[in-house]
């Protein structure tokens, strides 16, 4: 099992997605495969699948950046009955002092949460779980007192109404988006207090204007929303983690004042999600 000091629940805090990241907790896809093709990116790579040995290897390169920009990272242990635990944002979300631990939304992904809850039990950290049936951390995206949370396939009106109830002091926004998306992160991130990357096509007009409202909306084309192009990792300090392949919306960054890092994680994209996807963050300050 996991050996490491238990720590004070007063190094738990995430306040946003952009402050620098402290501490974060990843899993390495040692079993990640498309057994059933559960979006459309997945549907897009079945038959050619996943090569997991160049996986690992971006996987690892993953962890080094995160190192070298600071990071703490916390491996939790694959299991090979879980092909999807690589994405660690799903299982669930901090929250100022209090890790919220997901109710996943598909059968194939239930049971990685008992191992998050395991660790914090483990390390001493404070945490709740949401019990309404769903919620995954893809769709909720904090910022400060707002906390955008998806309507989705993983993530239900119930569970959204059940953290609006343990959080009063927070204003908890359902954002409705296109039912053919995964999670809110693959088409909406918020990369500072005034800025936000969008693929406007899948949300309403009332939605976009809610999100103007708060930010400057910087736009993902259609090709760069299917290589993930949202789903970048700020680092903090206005470093981003993004794909390569996102040329158009990488340079967008560079050109907002951002230092963009670009890596290859182009395997493990393939089943549908990206950096923000791959890590869950414990601390920002």
Same mark, same amino acid.
């Given at each position: 099992?996991?050996?490491?000091?238990?720590?004070?629940?007063?190094?738990?805090?995430?306040?946003?997605?952009?402050?620098?990241?402290?501490?974060?907790?990843?899993?390495?896809?040692?079993?990640?495969?498309?057994? +059933? @093709? $559960?979006? *459309?990116? &997945?549907?897009?790579?079945? /038959?050619?699948?996943?090569?997991?040995?160049?996986?690992?290897? !971006?996987?690892?390169?993953?962890?080094?950046?995160?190192?070298?920009?600071?990071?703490?990272?916390?491996?939790?242990?694959?299991?090979?009955?879980?092909?999807?635990?690589?994405?660690?944002?799903?299982?669930?979300?901090?929250?100022?002092?209090?890790?919220?631990?997901?109710?996943?939304?598909?059968?194939?992904?239930?049971?990685?949460?008992?191992?998050?809850?395991?660790?914090?039990?483990?390390?001493?950290?404070?945490?709740?779980?949401?019990?309404?049936?769903?919620?995954?951390?893809?769709?909720?995206?904090?910022?400060?007192?707002?906390?955008?949370?998806?309507?989705?396939?993983?993530?239900?009106? +119930? @569970? $959204?109404? *059940?953290? &609006?109830?343990?959080?009063? /002091?927070?204003?908890?926004?359902?954002?409705?988006?296109?039912? !053919?998306?995964?999670?809110?992160?693959?088409?909406?991130?918020?990369?500072?207090?005034?800025?936000?990357?969008?693929?406007?096509?899948?949300?309403?007009?009332?939605?976009?204007?809610?999100?103007?409202?708060?930010?400057?909306?910087?736009?993902?084309?259609?090709?760069?929303?299917?290589?993930?192009?949202?789903?970048?990792?700020?680092?903090?300090?206005?470093?981003?983690?993004?794909?390569?392949?996102?040329?158009?919306?990488?340079?967008?960054?560079?050109?907002?004042?951002?230092?963009?890092?670009?890596?290859?994680?182009?395997?493990?994209?393939?089943?549908?999600?990206?950096?923000?996807?791959?890590?869950?963050? $414990?601390?920002?300050?």
């Amino acid at each position: 099992m996991l050996m490491e000091r238990k720590e004070s629940n007063n190094v738990i805090s995430c306040e946003n997605e952009f402050d620098r990241l402290e501490k974060v907790l990843v899993c390495p896809p040692a079993f990640m495969k498309i057994e +059933e @093709a $559960i979006n *459309e990116t &997945q549907k897009h790579f079945l /038959d050619e699948n996943i090569n997991t040995e160049k996986a690992m290897e !971006q996987h690892r390169n993953f962890i080094q950046a995160l190192h070298a920009n600071g990071a703490d990272v916390v491996q939790l242990p694959p299991i090979n009955t879980f092909p999807e635990q690589v994405f660690t944002r799903d299982i669930g979300f901090t929250i100022n002092d209090t890790v919220f631990i997901s109710t996943m939304g598909t059968e194939m992904r239930k049971g990685e949460e008992v191992i998050l809850q395991d660790w914090l039990d483990e390390m001493g950290i404070k945490h709740e779980k949401i019990e309404s049936f769903a919620i995954e951390g893809g769709d909720v995206i904090v910022d400060g007192s707002k906390i955008w949370v998806g309507v989705s396939s993983r993530t239900t009106t +119930e @569970a $959204i109404a *059940e953290l &609006q109830s343990k959080l009063p /002091d927070h204003e908890v926004i359902a954002v409705p988006f296109d039912s !053919q998306f995964l999670h809110l992160d693959c088409l909406f991130n918020i990369v500072s207090p005034t800025e936000a990357l969008i693929y406007s096509p899948a949300f309403d007009s009332e939605t976009i204007e809610r999100f103007k409202a708060c930010y400057t909306l910087i736009e993902v084309n259609e090709e760069e929303q299917f290589t993930m192009g949202p789903n970048v990792l700020s680092l903090g300090d206005k470093i981003m983690l993004s794909l390569p392949v996102n040329k158009e919306i990488n340079e967008k960054l560079k050109d907002a004042g951002y230092k963009v890092i670009e890596l290859d994680i182009s395997e493990i994209i393939k089943s549908g999600g990206s950096f923000r996807c791959c890590s869950l963050p $414990i601390k920002r300050a």
